[in-house]
């Protein structure tokens, strides 16, 4: 039961959204309470969904006014807990699932606006419709919402080609912890006029505001890909063969992604539908594919004459090629379902790495070295995003091992990992953000001066601390 002071918030609150915009029973809220990996367990005063700017922008004048900490929560997919509340019941969690408009599409100007709350297969969706394409491909695209790609800067599987969320916003509409509308859904590739605030909101994870829409940037329709599945010796062969690729394809390379056999048996074992693409099992995999906007572009062949150059030259050790769509979605399907083939075979620790792609391979060996001497119980499951040098360097429980006794394996393995990322000059948090998990590993790993900043701009734009509080930094 919500105290006074309580009851009354939630009464203004339905005020502003109506008896239908605030949610409150257990049992309705229980979902937007607990994050995808089951890491943290919330409460709430309430689970709000506002329908429109508006709303957005008087719940958070009333917030903000009463100093009630503030949650924005897309589709709830994200890696870190950035969209679970606190446990003491008092914030409120603002789903943005019903600003889901798709507001205008300009097939000339190569961009599209979208509310916060579209998913993203429906932005993909829209923009084919409009004979164009929105490159942004995650695992969790049917799901996740625009909003939460924006805030989390979100990566995936075209990152090589495209770019990150980052590089594929043109304008946004984000209310500020005041209530007021920062309205900047602007449709420029040029606009060089002071600095750049939208970029703050981006990978912010909803501590500066909360994105209410985006104007963003779509390119030519894909028209023709081809997709292979190549075994490899090892990781720096993969390097090598992208780099090749690269050059041989005019730089039509769309995704590149590592794939161990573990993740083979993993996603085969536990996934219906998935199956070896391979006659027999080898260590390390890529995933790749061309993608043209011309319709009769040759990639096939292009890539077949590249993989049995590779092959002659002991880069690659066998081959198939997608056929038919059937064959690609059949490949994809193997790559996106390694998450929850990890998740259904036991507890595992993850690091959402990168570094310099050349420097992989190096990065690879020394990280397994150190994990097979101190984590004995575990199994490694290194796979990503290669071409990004962006690694999900996993382990997974090993069969028949205890899992408390692995999970206690956490905090040195991670020390050990992110150390070793820092030895290499990369990142610990590559796409994933930092959310709540990642609060300490910030605070060891940004410079005093990086703190500092990133200090100064959340009390510049949330000086009473209502926005997400304790997300990103304490
Ligand atoms: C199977 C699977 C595969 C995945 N693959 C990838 C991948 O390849 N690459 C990748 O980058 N991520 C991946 N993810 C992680 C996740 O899907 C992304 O981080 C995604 O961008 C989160 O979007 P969401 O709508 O679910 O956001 P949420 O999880 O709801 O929120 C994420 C953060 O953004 C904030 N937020 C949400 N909406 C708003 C808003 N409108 N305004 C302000 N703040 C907001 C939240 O407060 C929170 O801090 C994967 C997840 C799963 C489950």
């Not at 949650?71 to 409120?92: F, H, I, K, R």
């Not at 709540?436 to 100064?456: C, F, I, N, P, Q």
């Amino acid at each position: 039961m919500p105290d006074q002071s309580g009851g009354e918030s939630l009464q203004a609150l339905g005020e502003i959204l109506g008896a239908d915009g605030v949610l409150t029973d257990p049992a309705e809220t229980a979902p937007f309470l607990t994050d995808h990996r089951r890491l943290y367990q919330g409460r709430a005063l309430a689970v709000i969904f506002p329908r429109s700017v508006e709303h957005v922008s008087r719940v958070l004048a009333f917030c903000n006014e009463r100093r009630i900490g503030v949650v924005p929560q897309g589709g709830n997919t994200g890696y870190c807990g950035g969209a679970t509340p606190d446990e003491s019941g008092n914030q409120v969690v603002v789903s943005l699932k019903r600003l889901n408009r798709i507001r205008s599409t300009d097939p000339l100007n190569y961009s599209l606006v979208a509310e916060a709350g579209c998913i993203l297969a429906e932005v993909q969706r829209a923009a084919d419709d409009a004979e164009r394409f929105f490159p942004l491909s995650l695992g969790s695209e049917g799901t996740c919402q625009i909003g939460g790609n924006l805030s989390t800067n979100a990566g995936g599987t075209s990152v090589l080609r495209y770019g990150m969320m980052r590089d594929l916003v043109l304008g946004l509409e984000v209310v500020l912890a005041d209530g007021r509308v920062l309205s900047s859904l602007t449709a420029l590739r040029k606009d060089n006029t002071g600095y750049d605030i939208k970029s703050l909101f981006l990978g912010a994870e909803g501590t500066l505001g909360i994105i209410t829409a985006a104007s963003i940037k779509l390119f030519p329709k894909v028209r023709s890909s081809a997709t292979a599945f190549a075994s490899v010796p090892d990781v720096r062969s993969a390097v090598d063969l992208l780099a090749r690729l690269r050059d041989a394809s005019g730089d039509r390379v769309s995704s590149f992604e590592l794939i161990p056999r573990i993740a083979v048996e993993l996603t085969t074992r536990h996934i219906p539908g998935v199956t070896d693409p391979l006659a027999q099992p080898y260590s390390w995999y890529v995933l790749c594919e061309l993608t043209s906007s011309r319709a009769a572009d040759p990639l096939d062949s292009l890539i077949e004459e590249a993989l049995t150059t590779a092959l002659e030259d002991g880069l690659v050790l066998d081959a198939v090629l997608a056929r038919s769509e059937r064959d690609r979605i059949a490949l994809w399907k193997l790559r996106e379902t390694i998450p929850e083939a990890q998740r259904l075979d036991g507890a595992s620790l993850k690091h959402d790495i990168s570094i310099a792609v050349s420097a992989l391979p190096r990065f690879v060996e020394r990280a397994s070295q150190w994990a097979h001497e101190n984590v004995p119980d575990g199994r490694l499951v290194v796979y990503g995003h290669v071409g990004d040098g962006n690694l999900h360097f996993n382990l997974n429980q090993a069969p028949a091992s205890e899992r408390h006794a692995f999970l206690a394996r956490e905090a040195p393995l991670k020390r050990a990992i992110h150390d070793l990322v820092r030895e290499f000059g990369g990142s610990f948090s590559a796409e994933h953000g930092i959310g709540r998990l990642k609060v300490g590993e910030l605070e060891r790993y940004a410079s005093t001066a990086e703190l500092d900043l990133m200090r100064a701009v959340k009390r510049a734009f949330d000086p009473n601390g209502v926005l997400n509080p304790g997300k990103v930094l304490r």
